[in-house]
């Protein structure tokens, strides 16, 4: 299972943390993801890391802004948001990949199966 947590209403610029905590299974042998979906538009991918290697990725839109991580003694995925942007607005999810641990593009909710329940960012003035 997981749980997606720290989503709220903040300021276009401002910073926020998401963490996704997981159970059930040993994130060293998975990819976990985050992935996002705005009012009336598709659901897609933002961020993964490899629980093997560590490896990251993040789409365009939020690379140099969004940063992931993975403690695997606390058993969470996080997701470092800054300099907020009001088109960063939507639902956010973590995921866990179906099988395997790659981490990389294209960043595929399709190869995802098991959903935390979202948290709802909201950027605005």
């Known amino acids: 299972q997981l749980q997606a947590s720290g989503g709220g209403l903040v300021q276009p610029g401002d910073s926020l943390i998401l963490t996704c905590t997981v159970s059930g299974f040993k994130l060293d042998y998975y990819s976990v993801g985050w992935f996002r979906q705005a009012p009336g538009k598709e659901r897609e991918g933002v961020s993964c890391i490899s629980g093997g290697t560590g490896r990251t990725y993040s789409v365009d839109s939020v690379k140099g802004r969004f940063t992931i991580s993975q403690d695997a003694v606390k058993k969470t995925v996080s997701l470092q948001m800054t300099s907020l942007e009001p088109e960063d607005t939507a639902v956010y999810y973590c995921?866990?990949?179906?099988?395997?641990?790659?981490?990389?593009?294209?960043?595929?909710?399709?190869?995802?199966?098991?959903w935390g329940q979202g948290t709802l960012v909201t950027v605005s003035s």
């Open positions: 995921a866990r990949r179906l099988a395997g641990s790659f981490c990389g593009p294209p960043l595929i909710s399709d190869e995802y199966n098991i």
